[in-house]
């Protein structure tokens, strides 16, 4: 079982930016995939980043060149650098872990984050 648990999220005017930071703890698999979902009020939850062990990262197109995914493997903590938001980018924000195979398996609390115009 992992455990994950969020900090950072927050109310920002538009335009403005916040780091999210999610440290898990429990059984970490070695090679493993984190990542942020988020999930705006009447809408799907989606995928915004993701970052594996190796580094490698992806985004999703609404957030590419705003937001930067990035983690401290010795520290099993994930981080979500967002810049420039937008009112459309309020939304509980999930933390997630998984397995390079099976992704996501575990789920964070959520924190909401809120852009206003």
């Known amino acids: 079982q992992v455990q994950l648990v969020e900090s950072g999220g927050g109310l920002v005017q538009a335009g403005g930016s916040l780091r999210l930071s999610c440290s898990a703890s429990?059984?970490?698999?070695?090679?493993?995939?984190m990542g942020w979902y988020r999930q705006a009020p009447g809408k799907q939850r989606e995928v915004v980043a993701s970052?594996?062990?190796?580094?490698?990262?992806n985004y999703a197109d609404s957030v590419k060149g705003r937001f930067t995914i990035s983690r401290e493997n010795a520290k099993n903590t994930v981080f979500l650098q967002m810049n420039s938001l937008k009112p459309e980018d309020t939304a509980v924000y999930y933390c997630t872990d998984g397995s390079y195979s099976s992704f996501p398996q575990y789920w964070g609390q959520g924190t909401q984050v809120t852009a206003s115009s």
């Open positions: 970052i594996w062990s190796s580094g490698s990262t």
């Open positions: 429990g059984r970490i698999f070695s090679y493993n995939r």
